[in-house]
């Protein structure tokens, strides 16, 4: 290149071995980037003392309104509910936005997560339950994560799983219940619904009573839950009170007791968490702990529309409520 001409945002590809466009993701941290593909771009600008177009670097900053959502279920009551009030509230501020369902498969996550970085999204919205996923780490993107602990950098919204715990426990207890179990995901998921199994932890301690948790595989097909369940009542026939983590597996936990002799709520008081319209429908009988799914969605879309706007944000925890039915 002529040593007087203006290096050019080409001159940098050529010299990089990479394209332009790399070139330009590198320049505004946008898409999935390796360190080594950055190391070459950065050694080629300063080489050549390149320094970007202003302009066009204003237009490609341009926003696309476009969210991404990653959410490990479509087909879950609570997650349907939350992804649909997410869109509304996106919709209502002029958002689109992108759905990927992981499905806890962190490969297809990953590879998610890569394709919206590159779609060029304004910001993320993540309730999957994959742990340390490279693409999370990005520094310049706005995230906003429902459940889940990312790194600090991330706020998080969830319903106050603590207080939630200690409803469910302190109901069982009142009911009558002595012999409690607890069902919930596996123990090294770093999230706020661990919180759940805590607070149960501590309710029965401070009643000398023992406590013990069934846990789950995040990944758990409906056969390996009902595996799992059987056994929990293959091995504690004495069990009368039980505090699931979410709605499906109490929903579950009602079907499966009858083949053990146990009539709910006569034999066994079973109360779970989550409260989506659709289990109220099909379950109306099932006493749970309520989370407010509304505001959950609302107070997510407010985080990250401030992260866009580059205003800090805190994490966020909501009041949960006791949904009265039959079941404890
Ligand atoms: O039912 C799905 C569960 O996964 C909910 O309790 C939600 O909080 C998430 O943890």
Same mark, same amino acid.
């Given at each position: &290149? ?12 050529? /010299? ?52 991404? &959502? ?16 997410? !869109? ?10 992108? &759905? ?6 962190? !490969? ?72 409690? #179990? ?35 595989? /995040?990944?758990?097909? #409906? ?9 929990? #009542?293959? !091995? ?81 925890? /909501? ?10």
């Amino acid at each position: &290149m002529n040593n007087h001409r203006v290096p050019k945002l080409e001159d940098v590809a050529k /010299l990089a071995g990479v394209s332009k466009a790399t070139v330009s993701h590198v320049l505004n941290r946008r898409g999935y980037l390796s360190q080594k593909t950055i190391t070459k771009v950065e050694n080629a600008v300063r080489q050549l003392n390149y320094h970007p177009n202003t302009v066009a670097r204003q237009l490609y900053k341009q926003k696309t309104n476009i969210i991404g &959502m990653i959410f490990p279920s479509v087909d879950n009551p609570f997650f349907c509910q939350l992804e649909a009030e997410i !869109e509304h509230y996106l919709d209502k501020e002029g958002y689109r936005v992108l &759905m990927c369902n992981s499905k806890n498969d962190p !490969e297809k996550e990953e590879r998610y997560l890569k394709n919206l970085l590159t779609h060029q999204i304004d910001g993320l919205i993540i309730g999957s339950h994959n742990q340390h996923l490279q693409g999370y780490q990005h520094r310049e993107l706005p995230i906003v994560a429902i459940d889940k602990n990312i790194n600090e950098n991330v706020p998080v919204v969830s319903s106050d799983n603590y207080q939630g715990g200690v409803l469910a426990t302190h109901r069982l207890i009142a009911d009558g219940c002595r012999h409690i #179990f607890h069902t919930n995901g596996p123990l090294d998921f770093d999230s706020p619904t661990q919180e759940r199994r805590r607070a149960f932890e501590q309710v029965m301690a401070e009643n000398n009573l023992p406590a013990i948790t069934y846990h789950l595989s /995040l990944t758990a097909t #409906f056969e390996d839950k009902v595996s799992v369940f059987n056994q929990l #009542f293959i !091995e504690h026939p004495e069990v009368d009170g039980i505090f699931a983590a979410n709605d499906m597996d109490a929903s579950l936990l009602i079907s499966l007791a009858k083949k053990f002799g146990k009539q709910v709520p006569e034999d066994l008081k079973i109360i779970g968490y989550d409260g989506a319209n659709t289990t109220r429908f099909l379950r109306p009988e099932l006493t749970t702990i309520k989370q407010p799914i509304d505001q959950i969605a609302k107070v997510a879309v407010q985080l990250l529309l401030a992260r866009i706007d580059h205003c800090p944000v805190q994490s966020v925890v /909501l009041p949960v409520s006791i949904v009265n039915g039959t079941t404890a």
